[in-house]
Structures are given as structure tokens and as C-alpha cells.
Nanobody
Framework: QVDLVESGGGLVQPGGSLKLSCVYSPTLFGPYALAWYRQAPGKQREFVIGLIGDITTDFEPSVKGRFTISRDDTQHTLYLEMKNLLPEDTAVYFC??????????WGQGIQVTVSS
């Protein structure tokens, strides 16, 4: 059973845009606040941005004004719209509950590469 499936990544030039999607199990994740995380090569997974209801919670400072999180509960999908991408945004992106940690179940993530 796959509870989280991320998609929409790829290779993009600096300054470009991407929109990631995460289809989640409505039973396991529907009632909860959700978030996006990322793991760059050689680094630990980090929190990127979270959503409680329709309100963006906290976010990693470097993504302010560039990343937008949203969700559609009718489609059981979480979105991450990324604009003005930078090479340092290169990472594998994951979705999960807000506050998820190493002991939680994670999906495979989706690769985002920002390079010219």
C-alpha cells in the first residue's frame, strides 16, 4: 500500500517553475495538517513549508515568496508551486504530515533538479 505518491518533478533551469503534486491516503492523511520536505544530496531531510487548513504555517526562509503550498481534499492531493527556482532548491521533495519525523512512513519522493 502506497500512502503518499509525489510527482511533478524534473529538470528546470534557474529562474524556472515547477508544480509538485502529492496524492495521499484520505484515511491516513486527510484529517491532518500536511507539509512538504526536501533532502538535498549529502544533507538531512528538512522542512520546507506547511499548511493547516488554508493557512500556510511556517516555511524555510529561503523559499519565502517563491513557494506556495495548497491542497485539494476532494482529490486528496497536496500541491507545491515553486517559482524562481534556484540551484540550491535541488533536492528530493517529500510530502507528509506536518511535524513528521524519521519514525513516520515516507513516500519515495520526487527529484527536482535546478541547473542550466
Amino acid at each position: 500500500q502506497v500512502d503518499l505518491v509525489e510527482s511533478g518533478g524534473g529538470l528546470v533551469q534557474p529562474g524556472g517553475s515547477l508544480k509538485l503534486s502529492c496524492v495521499y491516503s484520505p484515511t491516513l492523511f486527510g484529517p491532518y495538517a500536511l507539509a512538504w520536505y526536501r533532502q538535498a544530496p549529502g544533507k538531512q531531510r528538512e522542512f520546507v513549508i506547511g499548511l493547516i487548513g488554508d493557512i500556510t504555517t511556517d516555511f524555510e526562509p529561503s523559499v519565502k515568496g517563491r513557494f506556495t503550498i495548497s491542497r485539494d481534499d476532494t482529490q486528496h492531493t497536496l500541491y507545491l508551486e515553486m517559482k524562481n527556482l534556484l540551484p540550491e532548491d535541488t533536492a528530493v521533495y517529500f510530502c507528509n504530515k506536518l511535524g513528521a519525523g524519521a519514525d513516520d512512513s515516507w513516500g519515495q519522493g520526487i527529484q527536482v533538479t535546478v541547473s542550466s
